[in-house]
């Protein structure tokens, strides 16, 4: 009994001073791929590679780092440039110095691109809640945006009407990772067992991923302040704003998907089947072997659907895309 309680009582202030070695060690072996943007006030990782136009911006899940859209980042590559990026305390950006609403998380974008001297016409190539911020980006930057990608994307609708219900457990689910990221658990939990697609990644992307996730994101809980923070007006726009003749790719899971609160996935067809609607020249793609993290699971689909919509740009522009 008294060693258990030893136990007990040690082994948490044991993983936590281990913890906090190791994260050092992995911000010296691992820095920022990309480059920090100091975007008002605070600092954010830009990622971009490859030449060509349009350019492919990748925006990422809630509480997700940009590292879990590297493999499609690097199959999209070889055919035109691609941005990726970390909001405000995810992946290699700093933690936020205020809580933002989707409003201010798309203005966060759009600056970031124009300080990095990032030309458009862009493609938004948006996961989950990522959808969102696509959707009011492709509504204030019209002139600016050539299409949308969006894959098992978050609709204004659904969100707005459900993610009331599921903020008490997100709640929860964020003090858990939190603890487990401070006492090390996280990290051991990544060397015991992770995803298959994860295990597929390539060895830089898989070793980037397991730096990133093992060590505390302060932006991990962004989805509650998202939904707290984001004015009803914004909602008016979205729901009443169509894009017309915007080019969009619905990609939706086939599968049932981990990681998608259960109180969405009743409404979710229906939901993507509206993304479509957003324009009259839209396409609804079911993603047949995959869950929620189709990029991860499936990124050659992905991207071939990228690569298509880059081409039928590249064949109707008359403003001068550049081709590899």
């Not at 948490?12 to 480059?35: F, I, N």
């Not at 954010?44 to 899940?61: D, F, K, N, Q």
């Not at 051991?188 to 060590?215: C, H, K, T």
């Not at 599968?255 to 609160?261: C, D, E, I």
Request: aromatic share 8%; net charge negative; glycine share 10%.
């Amino acid at each position: 009994m008294l060693v258990l309680v030893m136990a007990v009582t040690l082994l948490p202030g044991v993983g936590t001073l281990t913890q906090s070695h190791l994260e050092r060690k992995d911000a010296a072996q691992y820095p920022a791929p990309g480059v920090l943007i100091d975007v008002n006030g605070t600092r954010l990782h830009l990622r971009c590679i490859g030449e060509g136009s349009p350019t492919a911006v990748m925006i990422a899940g809630a509480g997700a780092p940009s590292v879990v859209s590297y493999e499609l980042q690097d199959r999209i590559t070889p055919q035109t440039r691609v941005c990726s990026y970390d909001r405000t305390g995810l992946g290699w950006s700093e933690p936020a110095n205020r809580e933002q609403g989707v409003a201010e998380v798309t203005r966060d974008l759009h600056d970031l691109l124009a300080q990095a001297g990032e030309k458009g016409p862009f493609i938004l190539i948006a996961e989950s809640f990522g959808g969102m911020i696509a959707l009011l980006a492709a509504l204030d930057w019209q002139d600016n945006v050539a299409g949308l990608v969006l894959i098992d994307a978050s609709e204004p609708d659904l969100w707005f009407e459900k993610t009331a219900d599921t903020m008490d457990a997100l709640g929860r689910h964020t003090a858990l990772m939190k603890f487990g990221w401070r006492t090390g658990i996280v990290r051991v939990g990544l060397e015991l067992g992770q995803p298959d697609w994860i295990d597929e990644m390539s060895v830089q992307n898989r070793e980037w991923f397991q730096a990133i996730y093992s060590r505390d994101m302060p932006g991990y809980g962004e989805y509650r302040s998202a939904f707290r923070l984001t004015d009803p007006t914004i909602y008016d726009r979205l729901t009443s704003e169509g894009l017309g003749s915007l080019p969009i790719t619905v990609l939706a899971h086939g599968k049932v998907p981990s990681g998608l609160p259960p109180e969405f996935e009743d409404g979710w067809m229906a939901a993507q089947e509206k993304l479509a609607a957003y324009s009259n020249a839209s396409e609804l793609i079911i993603a047949k072997n995959s869950g929620h993290a189709i990029a991860g699971e499936d990124p050659d689909l992905v991207a071939a659907q990228v690569l298509l919509m880059i081409e039928h740009l590249r064949d109707q522009d008359t403003t001068g895309f550049i081709k590899q």
